[in-house]
């Protein structure tokens, strides 16, 4: 057994992507994110639908449509395959955990 909220390195240069469970159907993985965001004028586009939950901290994301969401512990967030998003900020001093749910 293991703790989602746990086994985190002290030192994250880097966003952390750590694959939970992954098939042909779906992919489930924690991120974590430690003031990462999407680079500036970059979008995410994915082939498939994606559910993200805040376990630990806060983000926001930003749409391509214009559109900003902030998202604190327990905030949840279906984003349909093709929709065009990025992480615009998250919180730089502690550690976000995000669930996300990839399938379709």
Do not use: C, Y
Not at 46 to 51: A, D
């Amino acid at each position: 057994m293991k703790n989602i909220l746990n086994e985190i390195p002290a030192d994250l240069p880097e966003e952390l992507f750590d694959s939970l469970v992954k098939n042909e159907n779906v992919h489930i993985e924690r991120i974590v994110s430690r003031g990462h965001i999407t680079p500036a004028g970059q979008w995410l586009d994915q082939q498939r639908n994606e559910f993200v939950l805040v376990l630990k901290g806060a983000a926001k994301l930003e749409f391509e449509d214009g559109r900003v969401v902030s998202m604190g512990v327990g905030d949840w967030l279906e984003i349909p395959a093709r929709v065009k998003h990025r992480v615009a900020w998250t919180d730089p001093a502690n550690d976000t955990i995000w669930l996300a749910v990839h399938w379709g």
